[in-house]
């Protein structure tokens, strides 16, 4: 026999027969390298050129969406102040959650993703791939909404601007990161789209942008604790009163990576090299 | 049904799991070890053995046609062999490695059954990608690809040092241009492949799957679908593959008439092997004059 001692079958006649499995565990597969990685996100950005539609509905939606809430509160300057500058970090959350758990579950159900993991390409590689490629189309629509609200709308923000974009990619990073988890639970687009109204609307309504947390019933109150939108949200309106970066603004922005790190990591957890 | 001691009496697989030495093909000297040797692999899937406790070899540098129905466990096979199939037991022993060795991945080119590949992407765009994954550049190249162009780029590649940047890209540049060429697509290699026919779709899949020079290309019905002029094209290519670059070919087909342009046949029905030989062998054994008449008697032979 030819085979590898260690997965050599059948077992020993005597004693335990415990199950030789062929395949050795897949604890250590490969290691992340940055040129798969950048790679994988030029080629997700490829894709999306060749479909110029979405790439126009990513970029100016979340503007449009501004300029139709300044003139909804036309009357009222303060409660587009406060909503607005939230609206800046959530829409990247929101578009990001959407493309990025359309991407993966077509990868999911193309192939390419068995193919790809049939070959030297660490998870790492492939989530990191869309992570970068989202990432940047985030800083390119938070670019354009920021600049439009700061300087066509009047939005009035007394701390920087780049920090209004810092959080607005950090929340982009966590849309992917939730979007991604979400296509594994997906067996088609109608459900990855149904897992928005799931994911995104409870933390819409209990992230503070409708009333300040505190008010809240006692139980949603606490809810809203855990869930990441509502630090998206606080760390958005400590940028809008504050001169310059306070600590809390620091814990939530903080907090906002940190549950995006770790929902990326478990969305590679789903992503599965063996078909069961 | 096959029971569990490791070489069946009952079944009609020829019984050697040594060295190949089956059959009257041109084999190799003693030397070189089948490219895949298994032993009592079974596969479970939902409480379902799909595969039931298989032996078998699959020589190098051959074309090896694995038929059988539908369903009858071809694709949860070919994905054991490629590693990515879960709970699998038994030995299976690919490339002189356990199967599902991650260093495996690169020497294996593997073909699903549906086209995998992008298609908000062109042709080229696809194989770039892929290319990229598999040499990412400085830890593999083709440095001097220019001075020995007939050389297979992994060779060339495991002896040299480092290559630079932009020598890994132009080696990654010719991979893509050779893998295109190969399936007969150049002249559509700027389009989107979303716009390709279900045949265009599945040798740009088939490109793929040779970009790296694999040593061993696992092919799940790579023909299916594709008209004959097409069909006898790629078994033109397949046959060249193997032998002048020496890759070992297993091909999955329900289609038996295909199974005479292959070396070697495992005939698979409801997931135990009826035979495992040469097409030749196997219609003088049965005394029938094609693959499908001798695939049926064994059937009937079997159900006795």
Redesign the interface.
């Known amino acids: ?4 001692a ?5 077992p020993p006649p005597s004693g335990t027969p415990p ?6 565990p ?1 604890r ?3 290691p992340m ?1 940055a ?2 990685t950048l ?2 996100a ?2 997700v950005l ?2 999306l050129r ?2 110029p539609r979405t790439i126009a509905l990513l970029l100016i939606v979340p503007s449009l969406m501004i300029i139709l809430l300044r003139y909804v509160f036309d009357g009222s300057p303060a409660v587009f102040n406060s909503i607005g500058a939230s609206l800046l970090g959530i829409f990247p959350l929101i578009t990001m959650f959407l493309v990025s758990s359309i991407a993966t579950l077509r990868e999911r159900t ?3 993703l ?8 660490a998870k790492g ?1 492939l989530i990191g791939g869309y992570a970068l490629a989202f990432g940047a189309i985030a800083v390119l629509q938070s670019l354009i909404a920021t600049g439009i609200a700061l300087w066509l709308l009047d939005l009035n923000v007394t701390g920087s601007p780049w920090l209004l974009l810092l959080v607005a990619l950090l929340d982009a990073l966590l849309g992917t990161a939730l979007g991604l988890f979400v296509s594994a639970f997906a067996a088609s687009e109608f459900q990855a789209v149904q897992f928005m109204p799931a994911v995104i609307f409870p933390q819409l309504l209990l992230c503070g942008l409708f009333t300040p947390r505190d008010t809240m019933q006692p139980v949603l109150r606490w809810i809203s604790d855990v869930l990441p939108m509502s630090y998206a949200v606080d760390a958005m309106t400590q940028v809008l009163h504050h001169p310059h970066p306070t600590a809390a603004f620091a814990r939530d922005a903080g907090i906002v990576a940190a549950v995006a790190i770790v929902v990326l990591a478990l969305g590679a957890a789903t992503l ?5 | 049904m096959v029971n569990y001691s490791p070489h069946p009496p009952g079944n009609s697989t020829t019984p050697d799991n040594g060295p190949p030495g089956t059959g009257p093909t041109p084999e190799q000297s003693p030397g070189p070890r089948p490219a895949v040797t298994a032993t009592a692999l079974t596969v479970v899937r939902d409480n379902r053995k799909v595969l039931q406790s298989l032996d078998f070899t699959v020589p190098r540098a051959r074309i090896t046609g694995l038929l059988g129905p539908s369903g009858c466990g071809k694709s949860t096979l070919m994905r054991a062999i490629v590693g990515t199939q879960a709970k699998a037991t038994g030995t299976l022993t690919v490339l002189d490695a356990p199967a599902g060795t991650p260093a495996l991945r690169k020497r294996i080119g593997y073909v699903t059954q549906a086209p995998s590949i992008y298609q908000d992407l062109t042709v080229r765009q696809n194989l770039d990608y892929f290319a990229a994954v598999l040499h990412p550049g400085r830890t593999h190249g083709e440095p001097q690809a220019e001075a020995h162009p007939e050389a297979r780029p992994t060779q060339a590649r495991r002896t040299q040092a480092r290559p630079t940047r932009a020598e890994a890209r132009t080696a990654r540049a010719e991979a893509v241009a050779r893998a295109i060429e190969d399936v007969d697509l150049t002249s559509h290699a700027d389009d989107l492949a979303g716009r390709l026919s279900g045949g265009q779709l599945s040798r740009v899949s088939l490109a793929v799957a040779l970009l790296g020079s694999p040593e061993l290309l696992v092919l799940d019905e790579p023909t299916v679908g594709l008209d004959p002029v097409l069909r006898r094209d790629l078994w033109a290519l397949f046959h060249s593959i193997a032998t002048t670059r020496g890759t070992t070919l297993l091909v999955s087909s329900h289609v038996m008439d295909e199974a005479e342009r292959c070396h070697r046949l495992l005939l698979l029905r409801d997931g135990t092997l009826l035979a495992e030989d040469t097409p030749d062998a196997l219609r003088s054994r049965t005394r029938t004059e094609t693959v499908e008449e001798a695939f049926l008697h064994l059937v009937d032979e079997a159900a006795r």
């Open positions: 026999m030819t085979a590898p260690t997965y050599a079958h059948p199950a030789t499995f062929v395949h050795p897949l250590r597969g490969n390298t040129s798969r790679a994988t030029a080629r490829r894709q060749h479909d193309s192939g390419t068995e193919r790809l993991l049939a070959m030297p390409l590689d599965p090299r063996r078909t069961p």
